[in-house]
């Protein structure tokens, strides 16, 4: 067991932004527009280059841990399809002048003014599998000399399941300049009202305001022709050509490569795919920006991961472990020096004496504070080749098979608003290499909340065959993020009796070790613990 990596990989994914606040079905298209649109709208007049100056948009990032700038729509018609129209979105992520991400829209053109049916080809990672979607022109802004100097539009599209309402709403309000006055932008608001479209901007999480100025100071707007770039769209997805999405950026700009980030992100589509993924790198993320703004320890920042996630977890293992993109900061240790060339090991020891199912009833409080929470059980088993454990459990050295177990530990652990969950970590449990102080020395891999950890355990004493059978185990672990150790004793009942307490202390002090520094576990919901939180079991056949 080790501390785990709080590593802030986070992604602002949005769902669903309309599921209480608004109508139960879109309204139409032509119910929303103005007068004057209906009658006069003029498709020639809507081409060129519009600033966004606010939006309610759940496709677009507003929020931590990305909120973007500078959004802008270059609008023409599309040169080999005169019912078609190309809208150039493009927005602007991270510190100085950014990086722009640009999405090539398309929208067909209907006999209606201002009626559109908007096209996107590719995977949103903001809102996952939304690509056809009405956009209706609500009102503009006619300047002097008859041109559009502002323009309203307005998104919708209905959820599969009638139930379920609006799966999504969004207004844009664009303009020729990129900054207006407030006068300007209240007869915009106004006009938008008086279409009964107010539910929008109140629906949460309300309305955005662009920051234009960032582009303007940075002189960092994208050419006005640009490619395709950080969208997600089909003819992007090519590794080689890889470009760091703005959702990523914040780990790119601390990545050894974006080619390496590259090599991470089907994980992270594999992520994006599963609601609960997706719910809980929301939560994740959230939770530690918190924990940052309270100046939280480690161990306070902890639970944001908890309940782990697989899918999340595989994700945040290969940026900061295999390959490994990101430099993983190493915090100050208050952990003791590690006491493995101290302490001899138990001669007697045998791996066959561990096999079974075990509780964990005491732990070191001086090391890995994960050893004295509640709930703790551990099984260990035979390694079997032909049942390896799932990718990224490391697999024994070849030809050492037949010498592993499998430990599997489980426990509950409290998440940030203090609710306990039930977790799971499952590892290889083996001889050192070249069976360095074998039998009492031993070995143990895996990982744990994304990271890979390796610990070196020295078997204490092995009271197996002790009419109460205990053992009582110490390890020096290493993670990425530094040096650990931990103290653990396991016996075959949830509690220990008086005196196989009396027994355990007597070794404890025969090798320097002060009895007041180990908790008891409570194991009193050691039924509910079995509880696997990743599926991980025995082999089966």
Request: charged share 20%.
């Amino acid at each position: 067991m080790f501390r785990a990596a709080c590593a802030a990989v986070a992604v602002g994914l949005a769902v669903a932004d309309c599921p209480h606040d608004c109508p139960k079905r879109c309204p139409t298209q032509l119910e929303v527009q103005s007068e004057h649109v209906k009658s006069s709208f003029d498709v020639e007049k809507f081409w060129g280059v519009f600033y966004e100056i606010a939006f309610h948009d759940s496709t677009q990032p507003s929020r931590w841990p990305i909120k973007a700038a500078c959004q802008r729509s270059v609008k023409s018609q599309h040169p080999g399809d005169p019912r078609n129209y190309k809208d150039l979105f493009s927005l602007n992520e991270g510190p100085g002048k950014g990086l722009n991400a640009v999405c090539d829209l398309e929208f067909n053109i209907t006999d209606r003014p201002g009626v559109f049916l908007g096209h996107w080809s590719g995977n949103s990672p903001w809102n996952p599998n939304l690509t056809d979607i009405e956009n209706t022109i609500v009102d503009v802004g006619v300047a002097a000399n008859g041109s559009y100097n502002w323009t309203l539009e307005f998104q919708c599209k209905n959820d599969d399941n009638p139930d379920k309402g609006i799966r999504f709403a969004a207004l844009n309000f664009y303009h020729r300049k990129p900054l207006i006055d407030q006068d300007e932008f209240d007869v915009m608001m106004d006009r938008l009202k008086a279409r009964g479209l107010g539910w929008v901007i109140e629906a949460s999480p309300g309305l955005t305001f662009v920051d234009q100025k960032k582009c303007i100071e940075h002189d960092s707007y994208p050419a006005l022709d640009a490619p395709s770039f950080m969208c997600g769209q089909k003819s992007e997805e090519k590794v080689e050509a890889f470009q760091c999405p703005g959702f990523l950026k914040p780990i790119c700009d601390i990545a050894d490569s974006t080619k390496c980030v590259a090599s991470c992100v089907p994980l992270l589509k594999d992520c994006i795919k599963d609601k609960e993924c997706v719910e809980s790198m929301k939560t994740m993320g959230m939770c530690m920006a918190k924990m940052k703004q309270k100046n939280a320890s480690a161990d306070e920042t902890q639970a944001c991961l908890v309940p782990d996630n697989k899918l999340r977890s595989n994700f945040v293992y290969c940026l900061m472990d295999d390959p490994g993109c990101v430099k993983v900061p190493i915090p100050p240790s208050t952990y003791p020096m590690c006491q493995d060339a101290d302490l001899p090991g138990d001669s007697k020891f045998s791996l066959e004496n561990v096999l079974g199912d075990w509780y964990k009833v005491m732990g070191w409080k001086k090391g890995e504070l994960v050893e004295c929470l509640p709930c703790q059980e551990v099984k260990f088993w035979k390694y079997l080749p032909s049942q390896p454990l799932p990718w990224p459990s490391p697999l024994p050295p070849n030809g050492t098979e037949d010498t592993y177990t499998v430990i599997s530990s489980s426990w509950h652990e409290q998440d940030a608003n203090g609710k306990y969950w039930p977790m799971n970590q499952t590892s290889l449990w083996g001889p050192r290499a070249g069976r360095a102080g074998f039998p009492g020395k031993q070995f143990s891999a895996g990982t744990m909340f994304g990271v890979g950890y390796q610990e070196n355990y020295t078997v204490i004493h092995d009271g197996s065959q002790s009419v109460e059978p205990f053992m009582i185990l110490y390890a020096c672990g290493r993670t990425k993020q530094g040096d650990y150790v931990s103290g653990l004793i396991l016996a075959k009942t949830p509690m220990v009796s008086t005196s196989l307490q009396h027994v355990i202390s007597k070794y404890l002090e025969a090798n320097g070790f002060d009895t007041h520094d180990w908790c008891d576990v409570d194991n009193s919901c050691s039924k509910e613990a079995s509880i696997r939180s990743d599926g991980l079991g025995m082999p089966t056949g």
